[in-house]
């Protein structure tokens, strides 16, 4: 290549909290009757006072404080002006200066910081028509902003779908891209590769309206190969905003990139600067779980798992602690003890959880470590019959055991019929093999 590729990301998170940034009207608000979750304040109309929702102010030093990120002990809102159709006020209040979160890193890239705002509404283009629908407008918005350490896709997409799995950790947010309430943007540029003391280059295109990692991987990867041609063809990259066309597989022109002297920043004079105690980043902190990195290294320490059954298992939050709970459960029956250890227990659990799929047949982890009792109980008396009936077989026929000893090997086909006689057809014939070759051999 002659161009690196140069990728910065802007992810938006719904936070799951029960009210919007600003007024009491509900944040949930997918599949809503358009327009039914709507008030004076969500809807800027004159005279209305907005109020500041504490809980997304928590959940936001939460997601900073799991990144590493410095938490300001000072912050404020600002308005934020443009002008589109599912902006009622005409401006969104988001921050500026002094946002709630500086800092952190995930996977070795760079954060700049986190802050919080309110959501527009939302548009829809139905018979040429353009309606909008106003129950997202104002609803909690926690925005994640990169520094531009991004070279590829595959990068980028580590990165996201870490960030999706913390914010579920976490408890802050489903982070579900089908719903919205996870969405991503692209900042990409690129720089010439055979320059090493090139700088950043002075412009960046934005993607918008990714709404799937699928989608955000093809998006990406049409637009670089489209800044890649008009670079080789000599021509100059203008900021501005895209979109991605499934169909033709390339990115369109939205609108040209404004900067930040066009939005006209001030500070929003109808909120309080919020103060945050130092007690109160404490008692955060410990509220943080066991995140997902973090779980992945002790279940490799601990129970030895697979990397493929670790990544299953810590993909899912509820999984990951039914599988620890039947484990528990389960170490601390006698007769299991006596047949594993932990790491070969563990191997079980996590074997009929993922390829058997019994976590779902059996709700309660318990119940679970209790079958597998039964299975264990089943296999024991299994292998003893199958041992008996091949002593019994072995007895009644000592010209095929000659036969075999003198190496005419396939009789041992006979003789695995004769015991899966005895045992109606229910023997295992590996089993019935293996313990066959081992007295034969004897």
């Known amino acids: 290549m002659i161009y690196t590729p140069i990728i910065g990301l802007e992810i938006h ?34 005279g209305s006072l907005p109020f500041t929702n504490r809980e997304a102010i928590n959940k936001t030093i939460k997601l900073g404080l799991a ?35 500086l800092g952190g890193s995930l996977f070795g890239k760079r ?148 900067g930040s002297e066009d939005y006209r920043y001030f500070p929003e004079a109808d909120l309080p600067p919020i103060e945050i105690g130092e007690l109160k980043i404490k008692n955060l902190k410990l509220k943080i779980p066991e995140l997902p990195q973090a779980k992945r290294e002790r279940f490799q320490d601990i129970y030895k798992l697979s990397k493929d059954y670790i990544e299953i298992l810590v993909s899912d939050l509820n999984r990951a602690n039914y599988f620890e709970d039947v484990i528990a459960n389960g170490m601390k029956q006698p007769r299991l003890r006596s047949l594993h250890s932990l790491h070969s227990f563990a191997m079980t659990v996590a074997n009929l959880m993922i390829n058997k799929h019994l976590d779902t047949d059996y709700p309660e982890p318990a119940g679970l470590a209790r079958k597998i009792i039964e299975l264990e109980d089943r296999s024991y008396e299994s292998a003893e019959n199958t041992e008996e009936a091949v002593r ?40 019935i093999g293996d313990l066959l070759k081992s007295k034969l051999e004897k």
């Open 67 to 101: 990144l590493g990120s410095k938490i300001s002990e000072f912050s404020k809102f600002y308005r934020k002006h443009y002008f589109y159709p599912d902006l009622p006020k005409g401006f969104q209040t988001s921050q500026k200066d002094e946002v709630l979160c």
């Open 392 to 431: 019994q077989v072995l007895q009644t026929n000592p010209e095929i055991i000659k036969k075999y000893q003198n190496g005419q090997t396939q009789v041992l086909s006979f003789l695995i019929g004769q015991v899966q006689k005895i045992l109606r057809g229910s023997g295992n014939p590996k089993l």
């Open 111 to 258: 954060i700049n910081h986190i802050h919080l705002e309110e959501d527009a509404g939302k548009l829809m283009h139905v018979n040429n028509q353009s309606l909008v629908d106003f129950n997202r407008s104002g609803c909690a918005l926690i925005e994640l902003v990169t520094e531009p350490d991004f070279h590829s896709t595959d990068e980028v997409l580590a990165f996201t779908k870490e960030l999706q799995l913390i914010a579920r950790y976490l408890d802050i947010s489903n982070a579900d891209m089908e719903k919205g309430t996870m969405r991503l943007e692209a900042n990409i540029s690129m720089l010439n590769a055979k320059n090493s003391n090139a700088k950043l280059p002075d412009y960046k295109v934005e993607l918008k309206n990714i709404n799937s990692f699928k989608f955000l991987e093809k998006a990406i990867n049409a637009e670089i190969v489209r800044q890649e041609s008009e670079l080789s063809k000599g021509r100059k990259i203008i900021q501005e905003t895209r979109g991605y066309d499934e169909n033709k597989k390339t990115t369109f022109s939205q609108r040209v990139k404004e």
């Open 13 to 46: 998170i719904e936070p799951n909290t029960k009210s919007k940034m600003f007024c009491a009207c509900p944040q949930d608000h997918f599949g809503k009757k358009p327009n039914s979750q709507t008030c004076p304040i969500c809807l800027g109309l004159p």
